[in-house]
């Protein structure tokens, strides 16, 4: 079963955000355009590899997308599968074209029209995670599961070249369509229970217990000041008007589509751009709210978590879940917006 969904990664959200709200001829904005395009990219292929996993028996198996922990330092894996028998983690890699392995070097380079570019080496990465994840599961007491570790290429047009000498690393890499092939290679190869049903759900609980995403500070990663985010209600339907609430419904005079939830979205935003809080006033003033007592209900509604008393009462999303991420269809049929 999936213990934890795949999700678009926060920084993805983070992009659209700014775009929604940077002016149009923000010199930033192609910048942000190109990240976002790599973070879709990213989704893509963990997408890939989500399908194959959804082909494996459910009451086997426990997969996990986007693990985030801590050990010391975080490390976030792309893919953890669990079960009785074995733990496999792997590092999911979406890229086009060709990919070259360099064997004196360790180093990797992609090949895409003719220009070649150095990449982080997938099957590192994930040799290194997996030192992170052992001792994070030491600090834990939940070590005896075998963890095996794969470096996962998503699409099968990839081109992965090496020398005749450096073949080894394809003990260490495969393509998302073997990923069954491979999960039934390992079934082979560890053929006892290293864990009880209790202990391993004892372990996904922890596992979800101590993942934890943090939506970074953006606008320092874009040199950005928070003068230059707009505010105000964007409608979520035309992209353009700023809304106006009354009548207990916000109302877009463009498009004049209206409703009680199209705040959502910019409470996402307030999050997503300038913090991990919100007070009442500071809501009012990014939502364009003249009234405190329209406000405060507004924002009461959302159910946030909040401390404190009174004025100094401050709101945040619960384990930084957003209030309206997008489903599938909608990442799928998400266009970047063009100036
Ligand atoms: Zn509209």
Redesign the pocket.
């Known amino acids: 079963m999936i213990a934890l969904e795949l999700q678009l990664h926060i920084q993805a959200y983070q992009c659209m955000a700014i775009l929604r709200r940077l002016s149009k001829n923000h010199p930033i904005r192609p910048t942000v355009e190109r990240d976002l395009r790599s973070w879709l990219k990213e989704y893509y292929g963990e997408k890939e590899c989500s399908y194959y996993l959804s082909l494996l028996p459910e009451d086997q198996y426990y997969i996990f997308h986007g693990l985030r922990l801590i050990d010391k330092k975080p490390f976030q894996i792309d893919l953890v599968v669990l079960s009785m028998r074995f733990q496999l983690m792997s590092e999911v890699k979406n890229l086009s074209k060709k990919l070259i392995f360099h064997k004196d070097s360790n180093h990797v380079t992609k090949e895409f029209n003719y220009e070649e570019e150095g990449i982080s080496n997938p099957i590192l990465q994930v040799k290194r995670q997996k030192i992170q994840f052992v001792n994070w599961l030491r600090k834990m007491q939940m070590l005896g599961l075998p963890i095996e570790r794969l470096a996962v290429i998503s699409k099968s047009t990839t081109k992965v070249e090496t020398t005749s000498d450096n073949l080894q690393i394809f003990n260490d890499l495969i393509y998302a369509e073997s990923l069954l092939d491979k999960i039934e290679e390992l079934e082979c190869k560890h053929t006892k229970p290293a864990f009880s049903k209790r202990k391993l759900a004892q372990l996904v609980d922890l596992l979800l217990v101590h993942h934890h995403i943090p939506i970074p500070d953006i606008l320092q990663t874009y040199k950005l000041s928070k003068n230059d985010i707009i505010t105000g209600v964007i409608?979520p339907?035309?992209q353009?008007?700023t809304m106006a609430f009354y009548s207990v419904k916000w109302h877009?005079p463009?498009?004049e589509?209206s409703s009680k939830t199209a705040f959502f979205q910019s409470v996402d935003d307030y999050f997503l751009l300038l913090g991990p809080t919100i007070t009442r006033k500071q809501f009012a003033e990014f939502l364009h709210i003249d009234s405190t007592s329209i406000a405060g209900h507004q924002l009461r509604s959302l159910n946030l978590p909040s401390a404190g008393s009174k004025r100094g009462t401050i709101y945040t999303l619960p384990k930084n879940q957003l209030l309206c991420p997008l489903n599938e269809k909608e990442i799928n049929a998400y266009t970047i917006p063009t100036r």
């Open positions: 409608c339907k035309c353009t008007g877009c463009i498009c589509y």
